[in-house]
């Protein structure tokens, strides 16, 4: 019953729609720890912040967003202003518009409200694994039961994992004492996803500049130091890519 | 922050994260992408989160302390180098809290 309400009434179509869900959660299986991980982390992180255990699930089940409810906290914390936080979580997010220009052409034969649901539910790992198994499908294929059964799969393991974990970090926060320092793993665990986006000389130059801004800006008042520091670093980056550009093309 | 001001921080996080997944699969190829503006989004992630690294790395009791006697800043770069040899988040983060916690005990 459960699969038929699932995978739908036809039978081909239901195994298809099965086995390609199945292939899409055991492609995921591997970066399930971390995920788990870094939600159980995060779930922790939440009510350490501050957050009543009610205010960390509802950001848990609403934003599913790890990276931006990490950058969020420390904001929060410090009593930043609500659009600070909102700017600075914006920044951190802008990768998925790149992510969602990936998936466009995927997705684009679905109406609006799946697409909708599908791309909220993408966030880097599902991004990372449906890419690198469909990006060479000819064009004629893209966007086939298969593949988005698949995208399915991928994203119903990651959701599950990381918000049992996060639920479960929530849960446990209040019994974990504060001298262990559990905040800190989440600083731990930022750092973990920041050091392989900084994979370039640009990357390099605008992350450096970046922390030499926010470090000098830090007593900037509502913790615009932040907002500075994207800006500036953002900006050396594309304009040592230029530069890079101009000599790779001079010389 | 007061208990409003959280929730409008975690409704306004949501509508964030809802339309910067959904950009381009709401807009599709009405939207131009410039290669400029695409190189520039592909850095500013990685800034804002080395903006907000820095602090919580280097500054020990409100004053910037850039020294191994800063705990924290052992453990990130015991942490760094465990990231960057295992490519594992979870590795990283058990060796940067181990680091983490010996710092604590060891160096006063």
Redesign the interface.
């Known amino acids: 019953m459960i699969g038929r309400s699932l995978f739908g009434g036809d039978a081909s179509l239901a195994a298809l729609r099965r086995a390609s869900f199945v292939r899409g959660v055991r492609a995921v299986a591997p970066a399930l720890?971390?995920t788990g991980?870094?939600g159980l982390?995060t779930g922790v992180a939440m009510v350490k912040t501050g957050?009543?255990e009610w205010?960390a699930l509802?950001?848990t089940l609403?934003?599913?967003?790890g990276?931006?409810?990490m950058?969020?906290l420390?904001l929060?914390a410090a009593?930043a202003p609500?659009w600070v936080?909102?700017a600075?979580?914006?920044?951190?997010?802008?990768?998925?518009?790149?992510?969602?220009?990936t998936?466009?052409p995927y997705?684009?034969r679905f109406p609006?409200r799946k697409?909708?649901l599908?791309?909220?539910v993408?966030?880097d790992i599902a991004a990372a694994v449906f890419v690198a198994r469909y990006a060479d499908a000819p064009e004629d294929e893209r966007g086939s039961t298969e593949q988005v059964w698949f995208l399915l799969g991928v994203t119903s393991a990651i959701w599950l994992v990381w918000q049992a974990w996060s639920i479960a970090g929530i849960f446990v926060a209040g019994s974990i004492p504060g001298e262990?320092?559990?905040d800190?793993?989440a600083?731990?665990?930022?750092?973990?996803?920041?050091?392989?986006?900084?994979n370039s000389r640009?990357?390099a130059a605008?992350?450096?500049?970046?922390?030499?801004?926010?470090?000098a800006a830090?007593n900037f008042p509502l913790k615009l130091?932040?907002v500075a520091?994207?800006i500036a670093?953002?900006a050396v980056?594309?304009a040592t890519?230029?530069a890079l550009d101009r000599l790779r093309s001079a010389g | 922050m007061t208990a409003l001001e959280i929730w409008a921080t975690i409704i306004g996080l949501t509508l964030v994260t809802l339309i910067t997944r959904n950009v381009f699969l709401v807009l599709g190829e009405r939207l131009p992408m410039p290669e400029r503006l695409q190189h520039g989004l592909r850095y500013a992630p990685a800034c804002a989160l080395a903006a907000l690294l820095a602090p919580e790395l280097l500054v020990q009791h409100g004053a910037l302390a850039p020294t191994l006697a800063n705990h924290k800043l052992l453990a990130g770069v015991a942490a760094a180098a465990t990231m960057l040899a295992t490519r594992s988040i979870a590795a990283t983060m058990v060796v940067g809290m181990a680091a983490f916690t010996a710092a604590r005990h060891l160096i006063v």
Request: proline share 3%; glycine share 8%; hydrophobic share 70%.
């Open positions: 720890l971390a991980v870094w982390v957050l009543t205010q509802g950001m609403l934003v599913f967003a990276t931006a409810q950058a969020a420390p929060v009593d609500v936080v909102l600075a979580a914006t920044v951190v997010n802008l990768r998925f518009v790149i992510f969602s220009a998936l466009w997705l684009r609006l697409r909708l599908l791309g909220y993408t966030a262990w320092g559990l800190f793993a600083i731990l665990a930022l750092l973990g996803l920041t050091l392989p986006m900084i640009p990357a605008g992350a450096t500049v970046a922390a030499v801004v926010a470090l830090a130091g932040v520091a994207v670093g953002t980056a594309m890519d230029v």
